[in-house]
C-alpha cells in the first residue's frame, strides 16, 4: 500500500504545481493531465498484477495459498491443523459483494488467507474448509 501513497502524492504535487501555472500556460495544463492519466495507469497495473498473484488450490489433505508479484509465498495449511475460518469483508469489499477467508491455526506465523472471493464463493469454502477440518481433526 505504500506505493499507492507515494503514487498519490507524487500527483497531489504535480497538480498543485502545475495548477499555478495552468491559468497562464496550457502546456502545464497538458502536463498535469497527463501525469494524472500515467500515474492512474500505473496504479491499475500494479493492482491488476496483484490481484492476479492470488492463488489458491484444495487438495486431498491440505489448502495451498499463494501470493506475490515480485516474491512468491506458499502457504500450505492441513485440514487437520485448522482451528477455524473467518470470513471478513471491509467496507470497499463489501461495495464490489466481495470477501476474504482467513485461515487460523495454531501456529503464529500462518498468514493463509484468500481475499477478492465472491460472498457465496467464501461461504462455500468457509463451510467446505470447516467440514474437512473437523474430518480431519477428528482422526488425531
Known amino acids: ?3 499507492f501513497e507515494v503514487v ?3 500527483v497531489a504535487g504535480a497538480i498543485a504545481a502545475g495548477a499555478g501555472g495552468a491559468a497562464s ?3 502545464a495544463g497538458i502536463g498535469v493531465a497527463v501525469a494524472v492519466l500515467a500515474a492512474g495507469a500505473v496504479c491499475l497495473f500494479v493492482v491488476h498484477r496483484r490481484f492476479r498473484a492470488w492463488a ?3 487438495r486431498d489433505e491440505d489448502l495451498v495459498a499463494s501470493r506475490g508479484v515480485m516474491f512468491r509465498r506458499q502457504s ?3 485440514y487437520g491443523r485448522m482451528q477455524f475460518v473467518d470470513v471478513t469483508a471491509g467496507p470497499v469489499e463489501r461495495l464490489f459483494k466481495l470477501a ?3 485461515l487460523h491455526t495454531a501456529a503464529a506465523a500462518s498468514d493463509a488467507r484468500i481475499p477478492g472471493l465472491e460472498r457465496e464463493e467464501a461461504a462455500r469454502l468457509r463451510d467446505r474448509l470447516a ?3 473437523e474430518a480431519k481433526a477428528a482422526g488425531l
Open 1 to 3: 500500500m505504500r506505493f
Open 76 to 78: 500450505v495449511v492441513p
Open 56 to 58: 489458491y488450490q484444495e
Open 100 to 102: 476474504t477467508v482467513k
Open 25 to 27: 500556460n496550457a502546456a
Open 8 to 10: 498519490t502524492v507524487t
Open 131 to 133: 467440514a474437512l477440518g
